[in-house]
């Protein structure tokens, strides 16, 4: 059966779903909003967990698993994961394993279209599972 929902292919696309939103407004995100277009909320499956003091995803098959985040549509995506990969304790010269690790996913806007998009995926087994139910980051924290 064919999905009546567009699927946009590309590469040039960023989710974040942590500190990096831009509710947060840290310098991080600053440098990313110079380089990229806002397009939307949108979901990622996977499971949210709080990691310390900041959120990790892992994937999931589970189809109820949604994790809520931005999308954004990169100018330049080579200068932008230049400095978010060493931000994100995945660039060249962070050891392994990795604390995150980059790969392209598909997340579902509000109006529906299916897109893909970068996100760093937590690259470690979650020890202490504090697991955030509603996948919404800035939720779990405003109500800490």
Same mark, same amino acid.
């Given at each position: +059966?064919?999905?009546? #929902?567009?699927?946009? +292919?590309? &590469?040039?696309? !960023? ?10 407004? #840290?310098?991080?995100? /600053? ?16 499971? !949210?967990?709080?990691? !310390? ?8 098959? @589970? #189809?109820?698993? /949604? ?5 954004? @549509?990169?100018? @330049? ?5 230049? =400095? ?12 392994? *394993?990795? &604390? ?7 997340? =579902?806007? #509000? ?17 202490? *599972? ?15």
């Amino acid at each position: +059966m064919l999905s009546s #929902k567009p699927f946009i +292919m590309t &590469e040039n696309k !960023l989710f974040l779903y942590g500190t990096l939103r831009r509710a947060f407004n #840290k310098p991080m995100f /600053r440098f990313i909003e110079n380089y990229s277009s806002y397009l939307g909320e949108a979901t990622v499956q996977g499971r !949210l967990y709080h990691i !310390l003091t900041y959120p990790g995803v892992l994937p999931s098959d @589970q #189809k109820g698993d /949604r994790v809520l985040g931005e999308v954004y @549509q990169l100018h @330049q995506p080579g200068k932008v994961f230049e =400095k978010l990969d060493p931000y994100e304790y995945c660039g060249p010269n962070d050891p392994e *394993p990795h &604390e995150y690790r980059r790969a392209l996913t598909t997340a =579902k806007l #509000k109006n529906g279209a299916e897109i893909e998009t970068w996100i760093y995926w937590y690259n470690h087994k979650i020890i202490l *599972p504090n697991r955030i139910e509603s996948g919404d980051y800035l939720e779990f924290l405003e109500k800490a």
